[in-house]
């Protein structure tokens, strides 16, 4: 036992003080006190109305005492589970928990074959799910596109099944109203096992995106309302561009979406109390020049940081971004961005860290660039995982046993150790030189072009029950039916 | 005399200086210097430099923007004069952002833009139903219909409003342009556009060339 001694498990990292947090805190609540919000949900304005909220037409200004209540009820930490019960494919969300995953609804996909972008169809979700499923540091699962080639209606729902079909991780699904995100939800309760068993083990979430700047639209609380009253755990956030829809000062950005997601959350939790809820907010800059949202940008994981110390600072759990690009193409620029975005996210322990994959400023998803990232989380998770400190692993005995001008090789200190310490690398190359040419001369591209490959011919998933593949051919036949009376 | 109104005035547009390129124009406008001359050697020629610059990475949208404001400002003093006389505008734009998508901003840069080259604009806001889109243009009778979507979910509504104005029997009147971010020129070929503007500055471009004064 050792008393007054204060240990740090990991890298510490922290950016804003907590006069800067509180300020940041007081901003958005004031935003959404005194500015308000367009709120464009009858049912939604009636429930935020009876409990408070002043309503004036569509505009909605909420006091604080009603978001501070919605901030208490949401939970911090809970689990979002694998559907097949493999506890390692659990998430666990809670302090200093960082995940990753890719990102939704790109128009356009790197085929895997040809390498050339190309319209994004439904093959390719099966795809990315594989991908997902195999690597070990991506944790959760988007289809990194949306499928061009069904039915517009259900692309959403025929991107979820695919993906529910070929990874175990949580899925964080999106959708486009009511009718897809019910039948969404038909297929996950089937595998859950009931409405009941998936209240306790939910295994996706649901994806909702309001409007910046300051409108909580109409689809996106349609969602909402239907994610709180299924009790589906939920993100809600905005895409705001500084400069564009929101200020341009990080600190300014930062509180507006902080209040736009505010808003959601404060819906929810009166709807559902405790329903569990990620801020959201993907930040960034528009770009002066081409009028893109970067995705490369260093402000995106810089405003992100404080996004999330904001979020952790109210008790939530924050929808983080990073490994993503504004490069066209799978080269050194697409890879600087994405690692050290993936690095200052891990850094942060920003909850759910989405978008691992972009390229082309979210026009094109790349499985090549999200396995690519799978090594920069590796890597930037082993520098998180900071360094331990104790009688063991100050290795005293092990000095006074190896002595000097010995080694450590064989040593039961070294054997027991060498595979925990030690981040073993998939894709990056520590070869000799000879041995390095002897393989071929392989680059990094290279390499994680055969991983893609090798993945794709050899992983098998584990399969749904049969049960909820016959739920499946039931929803997606009415679907189809669906869809075509309503054309 | 009008030689250094001329130059006051380009140099206004260029620093987006909306108070001084209405003066000057209107002290031109006193001066007996015509609308068209007063728009050509001056207003037009400011904004110009302003398209160089941008191109040349030495001006960014915010500074565009207040030229375009500028621009504009001094157009309307001049509108109805050219009007009158039959100098040739550079045509009418009717503008919107299409059905089931609220984006406004985006569009409204891009009108902002083709307003500093010399179009008038007609904004019928967003969530634009296809039929609104051709009432305005049986009303407007436009040279070009610019449409914008933001999202994935909403970009195929533009090629609704496409087929709508198609079978409207309004398609041979006008050209469409598209644009958004998720838009692209693939995507708007394959919808039956007649061009793509990848951002605010190049759309004002896209619409000089589609009236032919590129």
Sequence with gaps: MRANYRTNSGVRFQMLSEDQLEELHSGALHVLENVGL???????????????????????????????????????????????????????????????????TCPNFIDVETFERRPYVRADSSTAAKVVDSLPNIDFCESLGSISDVPYDLSALYEFVDMFRNTTKP???????????????????????????????????????????????????????????????????????????APITAAGIIIQSAAESWMGLTIAQLIQPGLPFFMGGVLSVMDMSDMILSYGAPELPLMMAGHTELAHYAGLPLWQTGGCTDSKTFDEQAISEGSLSVYFSALTGGDLCHDVGYTE????????????????????????????VNEDTLAVDAIHRVGPNGHYLKDEHTLRYYKSEYWLPNLC??????????????????????????????????????????????????????????? | MSEKIFEKLSTAVLEGDSGTSVETTQKGLDEGLSAGDILHSGLIVGMNEVGVRFKRGDMFVPEVLM????????????????????????????????????????????????????????????????????????????????MSAMLTTTMRAMGHTIKA??????????????????????FADRIGADGYGANAPASADLAKELVGIA
């Design chain 1, 171 to 245: 899925i964080v699904a999106w959708s486009f109203d009511y009718y897809d995100s019910n039948a969404i939800h038909k297929v996950a309760v089937a595998e859950a096992g009931g409405q009941e068993a998936f209240e306790l083990r939910p295994n996706y979430v649901h994806y909702c995106e309001p409007l910046s700047p300051l409108i909580s639209t109409t689809d996106a609380l349609n969602k909402l309302v239907f994610a709180a009253e299924k009790r589906i755990p939920l993100i809600f956030t905005p895409c705001p561009l500084a400069g564009g829809t």
């Design chain 2, 67 to 146: 030229s375009a404001e500028a621009m504009s400002e001094g157009m309307k003093l001049l509108r109805p004069l050219l009007a009158k006389s039959g100098v040739k505008m550079a045509g009418k734009i009717v503008m919107g952002t299409v059905k089931g998508d609220l984006h406004d901003i985006g569009k409204n840069l891009v009108s902002m833009m083709c307003e500093g080259a010399g179009f008038e604009i007609v904004n019928i806001g967003f969530d634009a139903a296809p039929e609104k889109f051709i009432e305005a243009i049986k009303e407007h009778q436009p040279n070009i219909v610019g």
């Design chain 1, 38 to 104: 367009e709120v464009k949900h009858e049912k939604a304005r009636e429930i935020l109305e009876e409990n408070g909220a002043w309503v004036d037409g569509e505009m909605v200004r909420l006091p604080s005492h009603m978001v501070k209540d919605a901030l208490a009820k949401a939970p911090r930490s809970f689990t979002i589970y694998a559907r097949d019960g493999n506890p390692e494919h659990d998430i666990h969300i809670g302090p200093g928990r960082a995940h990753f995953g890719p990102g939704p």
């Design chain 1, 429 to 487: 190359d520590r070869q000799s030189y000879e041995t390095w040419e002897l393989m071929g001369k392989k680059s990094f591209k290279d390499r994680t072009i055969a991983r893609v490959q090798d993945i794709l011919a050899t992983h098998a998933p584990v399969p749904l029950s049969d049960k909820t593949e016959e739920v499946i051919e039931q929803v997606l036949a009415d679907a189809e039916e669906w869809v075509k009376e309503k054309e």
């Design chain 2, 165 to 186: 104005i198609e079978e409207a029997g309004l398609r041979d009147t006008v050209d469409v342009m598209v644009g958004g971010a998720p838009v692209d020129q693939e």
């Design chain 1, 361 to 388: 400023s979210a026009m094109t998803g790349s499985v090549f660039q999200l396995t690519a990232m799978d090594e920069a989380i590796g890597y930037s998770r082993r520098i998180t995982r900071g360094i331990e």
